[in-house]
T-cell receptor
């Protein structure tokens, strides 16, 4: 079956513009996660969804960042009034469910965002 | 709270030599530990995970890792490097009982020399 897909693969935008990043999880996966990977750094957790609910938004860097999910499918991560420090690869992952057994998270290829 | 430290941002080994990528963690609760690999222009792929069963965990592509609580380590090894192992490797930790959030190390770029 298809893996996690993300679009666009690359996005170049000007400072101050809004951007929307999309993630299509693996079909049937109820949990969805967003991470950010800055150049030369590890992954930084942003937010997760269980179904369309996001109980923990503490990882979002600022109020310019928001995310939503439609049911147990597509999620969008929106960054308003982009800043140069937002430049990074944004990774999405999904897992079968939130569980006590550390369900494997499957990652998409990421969206490389460059803010000029 | 948890954190992960990967010693060595770049490691080079010769083809056929032992691969050793180091990972140390800190966690306030018993952890789950993971190693992911990222090939160029590809997404992260799970190599192996430790979830409090056997301390020696075998993963894909001949990799394995040993959980050592006394050393708070989860180093990744492979007896004989192959050219195709060249990639970036990430160690990650999550608190046991939760799959919600992975905390990642900064990654180790493995180069395999012919």
């Amino acid at each position: 079956g298809a893996g996690v897909s993300q679009s666009p693969s690359n996005k170049v935008t000007e400072k101050g513009k809004d951007v929307e990043l999309r993630c299509d999880p693996i079909s049937g996966h109820t949990a969805l996660y967003w991470y950010r990977q800055r150049l030369g750094q590890g992954l930084e957790f942003l937010i997760y969804f269980q179904g369309n609910s996001a109980p923990d938004k503490s990882g979002l860097p600022s109020d310019r960042f928001s995310a939503e999910r439609t049911g147990e499918s597509v999620s969008t991560l929106t960054i308003q009034r982009t800043q140069q420090e937002d430049s990074a690869v944004y990774l999405c992952a999904s897992s079968l469910k939130l569980s006590l057994n550390a369900d494997t998270q499957y990652f998409g290829p990421g969206t490389r965002l460059t803010v000029l | 709270a948890q954190s992960v430290t990967q010693l060595g941002s770049h490691v080079s080994v010769s083809e056929g030599a032992l691969v050793l990528l180091r990972c140390n963690y800190s966690s306030s609760v018993p952890p789950y530990l993971f190693w992911y690999v990222q090939y160029p222009n590809q997404g992260l792929q799970l190599l192996l995970k430790y979830t409090s069963a056997a301390t020696l965990v075998k993963g894909i592509n001949g990799f394995e890792a040993e959980f050592k609580k006394s050393e708070t380590s989860f180093h990744l090894t492979k007896p004989s490097a192959h050219m195709s192992d060249a990639a970036e490797y990430f160690c990650a930790v999550s608190p046991s009982g939760s799959a919600r959030q992975l905390t990642f190390g900064s990654g180790t770029q493995l180069t395999v020399l012919p």
